[in-house]
């Protein structure tokens, strides 16, 4: 990802990949580490032939090692949601999130970072089912967690008040989308700040 050239990630993670199941076999854990971010690399332009295939071969992976009830399989679950939801498979996609926030929730507690980003998922699914207000009322519990947290994550802060900002945007409240697009920004510019 450092070098900003798609063609010179995609020969990294496949050269990693190469190195790994020489060392650790075809169905290590940390093979399926390497699928998995194969997938979502391949997921993030869009190539959703070459993304399908290697995270559900990381599930295969994880599967055959007992792993799917692990912290581990946490993230490869939540990106299997966006996944989902990006296809319109909205029920698989909340089965996933929820499952990839249980699997973060037992490790940290549910005010970690990994679980308040996968309910922003969760709402945002919902907002695309049609119940904004459902949505709504999971942004306002992730502000709840991230404010009650002894130390505030500026990353999911932001992403729930872009999200707030495009729940308003999509409903055609266009003062109250820019309000939280200003409450967002102000967290890195101080001139947004009101």
């Not at 070459?50 to 071969?57: D, I, N």
């Not at 996968?118 to 992730?142: H, Q, R």
């Amino acid at each position: 990802f450092l070098t900003g050239l798609s063609g010179n990630a995609d020969a990294y993670f496949t050269k990693a990949l190469d190195i790994t199941n020489r060392i650790s076999g075809m169905d290590s854990p940390q093979s399926a580490d390497i699928y998995e971010w194969l997938g979502v690399y391949h997921n993030g332009f869009s190539d959703s032939v070459s993304a399908r295939k290697f995270l559900w071969r990381a599930m295969r992976i994880r599967a055959a090692n007992n792993q799917l009830d692990e912290f581990s399989s946490g993230n490869l679950y939540r990106y299997m949601g966006l996944f989902y939801k990006r296809f319109g498979k909205l029920d698989s996609a909340l089965l996933c999130l929820r499952k990839a926030k249980s699997l973060f929730d037992d490790r940290y507690g549910s005010s970690n970072y990994e679980s308040i980003k996968c309910l922003n998922n969760v709402a945002d699914v919902f907002e695309t089912m049609g119940y904004p207000d459902s949505a709504m009322n999971i942004y306002t519990k992730c502000l709840d967690l991230i404010y009650n947290n002894s130390c505030v994550s500026r990353y999911v802060l932001t992403m729930t008040y872009f999200n707030i900002a495009e729940l308003y945007g999509n409903s055609g409240e266009y003062l109250n989308a820019l309000n939280y697009m200003q409450k967002a920004l102000a967290l890195y510019f101080s001139e947004f700040d009101k």
